[in-house]
């Protein structure tokens, strides 16, 4: 965890409540997960309640508070790219990642998720992987989508 | 503050300027029935049952009564076929949560509803938020939080918070219309802080 990071990040909006969404996006980004002691220390400076704070950190789907992998793998599972074989393409990201949607690997490397149309439907079916999309996957193409960021 | 003179049931209601339509229904004697309403807390629109119709300038329509502020000439009808059965299904709805609920019993009676309109799904919680509000807004403890969202909300009691300020309040437990507070309640505390709740562990002691 880069403690350092994370602190400057909460002191750069203490006192300021609105900014609660913001501090917590910028220390997903960062740190791939929320740890509950980080929770407690934006509730404390940038003066939110704490009930308040976890509210919020469990509403939004952007935050997670598990450990996440360095990698945030999403296979797009909209109708166009089911059409255009997501679901095998899915199965077959599964295998290799070895976890199923929502999870991490043992080595806190990729974590998979899944959404519903991702944005790309003419370029499906698609991965996105730490923001960059993949286009036009096909399953055999999908280890080396993933091996370039071994 | 000035005066405002609207309707309500037929029945000419004087009313300030910051009620909401259900205050000043109460205050001539008229019932609205709610749920998540609580006159020390915020009006929170949650429960949907103090659904009145309101019309303004010709035109009628659907509101909560709880949020929905008075205004000049309104007119407001509290039991009109359509309002009825919308708190009917909003009724059974709920009793698919919490079927044995007896604020829910007593409506249901009122209303005609059928416990048993909806595959039942018992989370025994109605998301009322009476709890969560008053312990933020009354108490200002902040120890009951909602958690996740859509289908999968529910209440928790944050073990920090509650460890130290639960024991000796306890007063949102009669604010639930179910028992699902206490229930939350007593397993936060078997879980997180259970020494000296434990009566069997204190007998043996002695």
């Known amino acids: 965890m880069q403690t350092a990071n994370i602190d400057q990040i909460i002191d750069a909006h203490q006192g300021k409540p609105s900014a609660l969404i913001h501090v917590l996006m910028e220390i997903q980004h960062v740190n791939h997960w929320l740890p509950r002691e980080v929770l407690k220390k934006v509730s404390q400076k940038l003066e939110v309640p ?85 286009t036009r996957v096909e399953p055999s193409k999908a280890d080396d989508v993933l091996k370039s960021y071994a | 503050m000035s005066e405002i003179l609207l309707q309500i049931d037929g029945k000419d209601v004087k009313a300030t300027e910051t009620m909401t339509v259900l205050e000043a229904a109460r205050s001539a004697g008229i019932h609205i029935p709610t749920l998540c309403h609580h006159e020390k807390l915020e009006p929170y629109g949650g429960c949907r049952l103090c659904t009145v119709e309101v019309e303004t300038r010709g035109r009628a329509r659907l509101v909560a009564a709880c949020l929905f502020p008075v205004q000049p000439d309104l007119i407001v009808r509290t039991h009109t076929p359509e309002v009825d059965k919308l708190r009917k299904t909003i009724i059974e709805l709920l009793m698919a949560h919490a079927p044995d609920s007896f604020e829910l019993l007593d409506l249901a009676q009122e209303y005609g509803a059928d416990r048993n309109r909806f595959d039942q799904e018992s989370s025994f919680c109605l998301l ?67 020494h000296e709740s434990n009566a069997a562990h204190a007998l043996t002691k002695k």
């Open chain 1, 50 to 134: 704490f009930n308040r704070v976890l509210q919020v950190a469990t509403f939004y789907k952007t935050f997670s508070m598990i450990p996440k992998g360095s990698h945030e793998v999403h296979v797009c599972m909209g109708t166009t790219c089911r059409m255009r074989g997501a679901g095998e393409l899915l199965d077959t990201v599964k295998d290799l990642i070895g976890v199923d949607v929502g999870e991490t690997d043992a080595d806190m490397k990729y974590s998979l998720e899944n959404g519903s149309c991702l944005g790309c439907c003419s370029l499906g079916p698609e991965i996105i992987v730490n923001g960059k999309h993949h």
């Open chain 2, 128 to 194: 009322c938020g009476l709890c969560v509000r008053y312990c933020n807004e009354v108490k200002q403890k902040n120890a009951i939080a909602f958690v996740d969202c859509g289908a999968k909300r529910e209440i928790n009691f944050i073990p920090e918070i509650a460890s130290q300020e639960c024991r000796d309040c306890k007063e949102c437990f009669p604010l639930c219309p179910t028992s699902y507070l206490q229930a939350a309640y007593f397993l936060t505390e078997a879980l997180a802080f259970p």
